[in-house]
Each structure stands twice: as C-alpha cells, then as structure tokens.
C-alpha cells in the first residue's frame, strides 16, 4: 500500500532532550517536507527537500534539522527540544513537486509534547 | 511576505444548503492547493489549481482560482453531513514550499 509513515505517533520528552521522528514513503517521491500544525495557524511548513541532499527551510526551520540522504526517508531531528515545539507535526511527499505531479500524500501525524 | 487568510474560520451549516469558504492571497501565486482535514486525521489532498481560471470538482465540491484577484474559492453544493472537516488552503510562493491558511471549520446539521 502506498502510504507515507511517521513514527512515533505520540511522544512525550523533556526539555533539551535529543529526539527524532522518523518519516519513511514507499513511493519512489522526490518531494518531500515536514509541518507543524498548531491551533488557529494551521499548518507551517519546517523544512523541505526537492532530492536526495537537497533541503531547504521553510518558514520555522529554527530549533529543527533534517537529512535527505535516501529517497524514502526524511527524518525530522529536535536537538534540544524547547516546550514551544510541542506541536502536531506532519510529514508529507509528492511525487514531483513545483513540476506538475503537486498533490501531497501525508503522514498520519506525530504529536510532541515537550514538558 | 504571503499572507492567506480563509474566511469564515467557522462554519454552520444546514443540509442542502450551498456555501462557499474563500481563500485570499497576498502576493503573486499560479499554485494553490485545498486540503480536507478530519477530526484527529491527517490531511487528504482535494485538489491542485495550478493556472488562472482553473477550476475543478469532485461530488459536491468545486474549487476555483483567480490569480489576478489572488482568490480561491470553495463551493460547497447541497452540503452533507459527510462533508464536516476542517478545509485548509495553501499557497505555493513560487520556490515550492508552501503557506497554509488557518482552516475553515466546516460543520453539517441535519
């Protein structure tokens, strides 16, 4: 089944300690990209990646790192997690984003508490 | 900076009734997405308007883009009860990362 897969889908943390959320697509994307969703602002996009080691910053990209080193996966990193990232995030991929192949295909959410 | 606003944030419904959520834009955009969000769920892809003028339906929902009034619009055709989400509206700015709106809450009564 063609799916994007996030995991964790809860995660409870403290401040300042190093997680990882995982996002895995099985559909041969090149697009790929991370959000936040929090109340009343709707979604924001963190960070994106056109290709294999190509990543760009969204509009929030402070406290969050990514890699695109396979295609598939697209993990979103939090050094040092602060309470203001505790958030619903979302990961999502395209086939060929910007190049007429636009309709994203998303993950089924991690929610992130930071206490 | 783009700014998209959707209004109404929140809506009430009948069903039957048609309605339409709007989507307007700030700066310059060919690209403009709607997405349907349930409850608890993730975010499925309605449809993808990528020129002026472009218009697309799918059962009781069209969507519509005018580039040149930087507005989308959303109509919603004899609403039912299946049809309650929250809708989001995103703009491309042109370097393929994407701004949402904040959402319509779309309720459906009977």
């Known amino acids: 089944e063609a799916q994007v897969t996030q995991n964790p889908r809860y995660l409870i943390t403290v401040t300042g300690k190093k997680l990882t959320v995982t996002c895995s697509q099985n559909?041969?994307?090149?697009?790929m990209s991370w959000y936040r969703q929090d109340p009343g602002l709707g979604l924001r996009q963190i960070y994106y990646s056109m290709n294999v080691e190509v990543t760009d910053k969204g509009d929030v990209p402070e406290g969050y790192k990514v890699s695109r080193k396979e295609k598939r996966n697209f993990p979103l990193i939090l050094e040092s997690p602060s309470p203001n990232q505790t958030s619903l995030y979302f990961c999502?991929?395209?086939?060929?984003f910007g190049a007429g192949n636009e309709k994203l295909f998303f993950g089924s959410g991690t929610q992130l508490s930071v206490l | 900076e783009l700014k998209v606003e959707q209004n109404p944030l929140f809506l009430s419904m009948q069903e039957g009734k048609n309605y339409t959520i709007y989507c307007n834009y700030s700066t310059t955009s060919d690209r403009l997405y709607w997405y349907r969000q349930d409850p608890g769920k993730s975010l499925e892809s309605l449809f993808v308007l990528l020129s002026n003028g472009a218009v697309k339906q799918e059962g009781r929902l069209m969507a519509s883009l005018d580039t040149k009034a930087r507005l989308s619009t959303l109509h919603i055709t004899a609403a039912v009860h299946d049809l309650s989400a929250t809708y989001f509206c995103?703009?491309?700015?042109?370097?393929?990362?994407?701004?949402f709106g904040a959402g319509t809450r779309l309720t459906v009564k009977p």
């Open positions: 559909m041969n994307h090149e697009y």
């Open positions: 995103a703009v491309d700015r042109g370097n393929n990362d994407m701004r």
């Open positions: 999502a991929s395209s086939l060929n």
